[in-house]
């Protein structure tokens, strides 16, 4: 098969350009000013639109295996071809965790049956499995993950000496979640005493406080100097965390690295009286403050990473407060437009957001041949139009949870087309759900940080 992309301008490290994609078996064989002569199988105009390459989200939550209610590898990849993300990392806290080497195998063979884009799988750490470290699969996973706090799933790790035999023996990516969980309980045990056994949803960020995220970001920081460890830290929520990251060049990414989640840029704590639970996530999101700093972050390089923690649950799930409402929303098919919205309010340019969501995930986990518009590189491409005026209602959401905290939001952006590997699998409206992604591969040298 024979593809060409024209007339559209293409954003690739950091540069926009008009021009063409000519793209052959599912690779990108050639970009160019010049119309090419040749003929093509099929023709994509991109007239008016911007060319990116598909979206890495490096952080979601598909729910499969074991809460499959909520979601499935197949619902959420189907959300992800619509929203321009042609690969994902999925997290371990399903059930089984992905704690074991059969349940991560286990993983890949669901994905290979269900997953409508590319996928692969971080390996769970806990008290007692790092034994395990030295018989992954490295071309296989992006890393381990660790929760450094109690959130969704219980998979805390939280005794010291486990703690530093992780961080002293992962030769892979180590993606922390850190919350401190006894500065929570404290925070939960005040707030019940005042407001009863569920306090309202709006003193969530007052429980799972700021001190509760530095503490512990600080200590996973302090850890991963004294081993290191390539560390990259999820979801940062507050400010002063900001200070504990170096920031990053253009050439190279420093050993420590900070993701910043949809959430958590997109929403202040303000807006729980709008939208009540719907938006209670971990860790919390927290003032108006926070949110402006971490938007500032995105610019001066201390967060190298924008992703989404997709992470649906039931809307009866989402109802009560601190205590009763799960936390987690889905985000994976809004991520993209969301942050096209943000170029808009001029927050970032469309070169810089390109960075944040397709080139430095690459990059960072050593991805192989994604992430970029190159030539020799598979052919991962979102088309998406600006000025194309749209809204979000129910009918519009493939998460299998059903709803979205972005309904009844106008969007000015829309993403016309998604290729996963030179094969179109969404286009205005349609998934293609007889296509099957490919599992990602990595080479972890590529990584190089410097000290």
Same mark, same amino acid.
């Not at 512990?216 to 929520?237: D, F, P, W």
């Not at 504990?244 to 807006?271: M, R």
């Not at 009560?320 to 929303?329: D, E, L, P, T």
């Not at 699998?425 to 590529?446: L, P, Q, R, W």
């Given at each position: 098969m024979?593809l060409?992309?024209k007339?559209?301008?293409i954003?690739?490290?950091g540069?926009t350009q008009?021009?063409y994609?000519?793209i052959? =078996?599912g ?5 160019t000013?010049?119309?090419?002569v040749a ?5 994509i105009d991109a007239t008016g639109?911007?060319?990116l390459?598909g ?7 598909f729910?499969?295996? %074991?809460?499959?209610q909520?979601a499935?590898?197949?619902?959420e ?7 321009g ?12 965790q ?23 799988f971080?390996f769970? #750490?806990t ?6 470290f030295a018989q992954?699969p490295?071309?296989?996973?992006p890393?381990?993950?660790?929760f ?13 000496q ?10 892979l990516?180590?993606?922390s ?5 006894d500065i ?5 045990a005040n707030?019940q005493e005042?407001?009863g056994? =569920?306090?309202?949803? %709006?003193l969530?960020?007052?429980i799972?406080?700021?001190?509760? *995220?530095?503490?512990s970001t600080?200590?996973?920081v302090?850890?991963a100097k004294?081993?290191g460890?390539?560390?990259h830290? #999820?979801?940062?929520?507050? #400010?002063?965390?900001l ?14 690295t900070a993701e910043? *989640?949809l959430?958590?840029?997109?929403f202040s704590?303000?807006d729980h009286e ?15 403050v926070d949110?402006f700093?971490?938007r500032?972050a995105?610019n001066? %390089?201390?967060?190298t990473v924008?992703a989404? =923690?997709?992470?649906p649950?039931?809307l009866?799930?989402k109802?009560g407060?601190?205590v009763k409402?799960?936390?987690?929303? !889905?985000?994976i098919?809004?991520?993209?437009v969301?942050?096209?919205e943000?170029? =808009?309010?001029g927050?970032l ?13 690459a ?6 041949r $994604?992430g970029?518009? *190159?030539?020799?590189y598979?052919?991962d491409?979102?088309i998406?139009?600006?000025h ?7 009918d519009?959401?493939l998460?299998?949870?059903?709803w979205? !905290?972005m309904?009844?939001?106008d969007?000015q952006?829309?993403?016309? $087309?998604?290729l996963?590997?030179?094969?179109t699998v ?13 599992a990602?591969t ?6 190089n940080f410097?000290h």
């Amino acid at each position: 098969m024979r593809l060409l992309i024209k007339g559209g301008h293409i954003v690739n490290e950091g540069r926009t350009q008009n021009g063409y994609i000519v793209i052959e =078996d599912g690779v990108i064989t050639e970009i160019t000013k010049q119309q090419p002569v040749a003929s093509f199988d099929e023709t994509i105009d991109a007239t008016g639109c911007y060319v990116l390459p598909g979206v890495i989200d490096d952080h979601v939550h598909f729910r499969e295996p %074991g809460l499959t209610q909520k979601a499935d590898i197949d619902s959420e990849s189907r959300a992800a071809a619509a929203g321009g993300v042609t690969t994902y990392f999925d997290m371990p806290n399903c059930v089984p965790q992905t704690t074991t080497l059969e349940a991560l195998e286990e993983k890949f063979q669901l994905a290979a049956q269900k997953s409508h884009v590319n996928y692969s799988f971080f390996f769970g #750490a806990t008290n007692d499995n790092a034994a395990l470290f030295a018989q992954l699969p490295e071309n296989r996973i992006p890393g381990v993950k660790l929760f450094m706090g109690a959130s969704t799933g219980n998979m805390l790790v939280d005794k010291q000496q486990a703690l530093e035999h992780i961080f002293k023996t992962c030769k892979l990516p180590l993606m922390s979640h850190c919350e401190d969980t006894d500065i929570i309980n404290r925070n939960m045990a005040n707030a019940q005493e005042a407001w009863g056994e =569920d306090p309202p949803v %709006g003193l969530h960020a007052m429980i799972r406080s700021e001190e509760a *995220c530095l503490a512990s970001t600080r200590k996973a920081v302090e850890l991963a100097k004294k081993y290191g460890t390539r560390l990259h830290v #999820a979801h940062i929520s507050t #400010a002063e965390e900001l200070e504990l990251f170096e920031s990053n060049h253009h050439s190279q990414f420093p050993q420590i690295t900070a993701e910043a *989640c949809l959430g958590h840029l997109y929403f202040s704590q303000l807006d729980h009286e709008r939208l009540g639970a719907k938006i209670k996530v971990n860790p919390s999101i927290k003032t108006p403050v926070d949110q402006f700093l971490l938007r500032e972050a995105l610019n001066d %390089g201390h967060i190298t990473v924008v992703a989404t =923690d997709h992470a649906p649950h039931l809307l009866e799930q989402k109802q009560g407060g601190c205590v009763k409402a799960a936390s987690g929303m !889905p985000m994976i098919q809004f991520s993209l437009v969301t942050m096209l919205e943000l170029v =808009d309010n001029g927050v970032l340019s469309i070169e810089r957001l390109v960075e944040l969501m397709c080139h430095h995930p690459a990059r960072l986990f050593g991805v192989e041949r $994604r992430g970029f518009l *190159c030539e020799g590189y598979q052919a991962d491409v979102v088309i998406v139009r600006p000025h194309s005026p749209w809204r979000v209602t129910k009918d519009v959401i493939l998460s299998k949870c059903g709803w979205s !905290p972005m309904e009844g939001h106008d969007y000015q952006w829309q993403v016309e $087309r998604t290729l996963c590997n030179g094969h179109t699998v969404y286009e205005k409206g349609c998934v293609d759900d007889t296509y099957i992604g490919e599992a990602v591969t990595f080479n972890h040298s590529f990584f190089n940080f410097h000290h």
